[in-house]
């Protein structure tokens, strides 16, 4: 089922305006303009010459042809549409990976929502928390994380049979989400009484998932390697640096409680792991300063400006040379109308 497809988007692939496009994301982590922002887009477009099919995530974890075909849909969008998004694909196993190593069920919504799964938490969590600090570690051959490494390893020897599309559709590593969203996703909205309540547990609790993190992103990282030198890629834009953590959850806590309870967990993976990006919903802007003051932090990605103090994110963000990525255009062109200097380091979807 999925040659077909694949033959078509690889026929569609023009080899002069992926490089042109990669040579524009170069510039703009090698050498970005003094103003403005970076909206990229491709020269020309393609549109497809059949009609790819619509699958359902829930489908999708039920067959890795699945899951790869609905991945690559994507990408054969972008190619269509001609915008400056780079062609890449994961593991979408959801939320839920890093949770189920530590045993959390996984829940599925109907078909008709189309959204990925997530992590129901422990009931009687202290309990539950207490018995995962006596096991350590966990195994990582446990959970979704062997069908994620499957699934990965199905794409990268189906994608050797198409050689534009193995050249320039990059495999980047799943949502391990970040140590205190795993911790959410453990413990359940209990967590935000417990960090008062027993610190020293979630701080025990965050320790042993930031060891597991680091282990699942090495033991990635060794099987699916980005070649030296070449930017990494994440959600169809390109980074420095290894990985994109996500820190949904830092939004309910204030500044002191972020600097106790996230912030060194993040520090840690960043400096172990090879740095990258940071990606946060809702509101960050009262913890911004701290954030962007991490060792190894390249980007920013937020995805609800209109929650934020912008002037605050910029202020910690490009004037420090930190650059945001995926920022709505609108949100940049607000800014440059009002005089706000941006110095080409914002990237607009």
Known sequence: MV??????????????????????????????????YFHPARIRTAPPRVEWPRILINHAFKSPELMLLREMAQNSQIIADGNGQVLNIRSNYGTGIL??????????????????????PFEDAPTAIRRLLDAGVPDLNRGWLPQVFETAEYYRETLRNYPLLQRYVAIYHPDLQGPADVAELLYGSEIFMAVYDEPDLVKALLD??????????????????????????????????????????????SPDMYSEFILPYDQRILKRCGGGVVHFCGRGDHYIDQLTACDGITGIQLSQPEYNDMEKIYFNTVDRGIRLLNLPRTEAEKAVSAGRELHGLVHCS
Not at 3 to 17: A, K, M, T
Not at 239 to 246: E, M
Request: hydrophobic share 35%; net charge negative.
């Open 3 to 36: 040659e077909r497809f694949l033959d078509d988007l690889n026929s569609r692939i023009d080899e002069s305006v992926e490089e042109e496009l990669e040579a524009l994301w170069r510039k703009f982590w090698d050498d970005p303009e003094p103003s403005g």
């Open 99 to 120: 949770p189920s190593l530590f045993g959390t069920e996984t829940f599925f919504l109907d078909d008709e929502q189309d959204t990925l799964p997530g992590a129901r």
């Open 208 to 253: 042993l998932i930031t060891e597991t993190y680091c282990l699942v992103l090495e033991r990635w990282e060794k099987a699916f390697p980005t070649p030296p030198g070449e930017l990494h890629s994440h959600w169809n834009w390109k980074h420095r640096g290894v990985i994109c953590l996500r820190d949904d959850s830092a939004m309910n806590f």
